[in-house]
């Protein structure tokens, strides 16, 4: 097991993921419904499925597509929906 590379995943995620809409959604079903376990529970479940499938996807990927061209692109469409987001496009 690399400890490296899952501390590393683990905290570039957690850092990522502080204040974004999956966040903001949990805690507005938990605002409403005052259930937190149910809560708890489904979105773990779904985040878990979510990322497995990026790493499906990465995978298989990866073997038609070198992982350095796949960054960059990765880089220039996170870049493009910024500026769509700053224009008012998205």
Do not use: Y
């Not at 990522?16 to 773990?44: N, S, W």
């Not at 597509?65 to 493009?80: D, G, T, Y």
């Amino acid at each position: 097991m690399n400890w490296k590379l899952l501390l590393s995943t683990f905290s570039l995620l957690f850092l990522a993921e502080l204040g974004d809409k999956t966040q903001l959604a949990v805690f507005c079903l938990t605002c409403e419904h005052r259930q937190p376990l149910p809560i708890f529970i489904g979105a773990t479940a779904a985040l878990a499925l979510v990322t497995l499938i990026g790493v499906l996807f990465g995978q298989g990927l990866t073997r038609i597509v070198p992982a350095e061209l796949l960054r960059k692109a990765a880089a220039v469409a996170f870049v493009l929906v910024g500026i769509l987001v700053w224009f008012d496009v998205l």
